[in-house]
């Protein structure tokens, strides 16, 4: 049963993370400059106010937090800290451009994609932000980077383009981080959500948050359709897994741009909510750097 675990009211809630060594949900209100770390075991609720927008964020080994903010990464040392530059500014100069969602891998290197509010150019990119800095463009041609998660094995990286409905899956070696053999994974029906954040669970499912879908599905290795969970909201953003045993999803969502009439039918729209899963998710691998 999903229920509400914080009526955040979040402009554009994203990233989940479970941080294991807190019991902490951390998530980001991008449009809000915001980061969050909430206690699911008492609904408290932390907030860390940025000075622009903040795309996703993932523990760090060394402790703190790396986010991919409007122009560029940055490393974050400590709960409060100011945010210092990682990385190359890739985006500095295209301001139809920001970071969004991102997903660390085994080898603790950061794949983080960019949007373009200018959707025909089709100019957003999906970067590899390795351990040392070093920032690497791995493709172009997307409208909107999203849906970024590893097999359980690391062979796999899937990825969506939320306004195509596609979420495409690559091969991929897990020791140089390079890219190959892509395929369709999954295709969305037209009116029914696209896909947005997504995560994936210790038997290789991948679950999809569908934007103006009003729910999340969890699709098998192969692309079928394996269960639907509706949400009392029509956008939800991301899905993560945590609690000590690793059951519990967390779904972020977005309460902005939102009529009159769609806020009186969701009025917990930019909240987190929860539920229980039966196969549990992948611990949430650390940024290296």
């Given amino acids: 049963m ?15 993370v479970w941080h294991a060594a807190e019991a902490r949900l951390y998530w980001v209100d991008i449009e809000g400059r915001q980061i969050h770390r909430t206690d699911p075991a008492t609904g408290a609720d932390e907030v860390m106010q940025l000075a622009e927008q903040v795309g996703c964020i993932a523990p760090r080994t060394k402790g703190g937090l790396v986010a991919a903010l409007e122009n560029g990464c940055a490393i974050i040392d400590h709960w409060g800290a100011s945010p210092r530059p990682f990385g190359a500014a890739v985006l500095t100069g295209k301001p139809h451009q920001r970071f969004n969602d991102g997903r660390v891998d085994a080898a603790g290197r950061l794949w983080v994609g960019s949007l373009t509010s200018d959707k025909p150019k089709r100019d957003a990119a999906l970067y590899r932000l390795d351990p040392d800095g070093a920032l690497t463009e791995i493709f172009g041609g997307l409208m909107t980077s999203n849906g970024a998660a590893f097999s359980p094995d690391g062979r796999t990286f899937y990825h969506a383009d939320t306004p195509t409905h596609c979420v495409q899956a690559y091969d991929v070696d897990p020791a140089t981080g390079t890219l190959g053999g892509k395929r369709l994974f999954h295709r969305f029906a037209e009116g029914e959500g696209r896909p947005d954040g997504a995560a994936v669970d210790a038997e290789g499912c991948y679950w999809s948050a569908l934007w103006d879908g009003g729910r999340v599905v969890r699709l098998s290795p192969a692309g079928e359709l394996l269960q639907t969970v509706d949400l009392p909201v029509q956008r939800p953003t991301m899905i993560a897994f945590g609690g000590a045993d690793l059951k519990t999803a967390f779904v972020t969502s977005a309460g902005k741009s939102l009529t009159d009439e769609e806020r009186r039918a969701q009025p917990h729209a ?7 899963v039966d196969v549990p998710g992948l611990a949430q691998d650390m940024f290296a750097g």
């Fill in 2 to 16: 999903v229920q509400l675990l914080l009526d955040a009211r979040a402009l554009l809630g994203e990233s989940p």
């Fill in 270 to 276: 930019g909240g987190v909510f929860t539920f229980a």
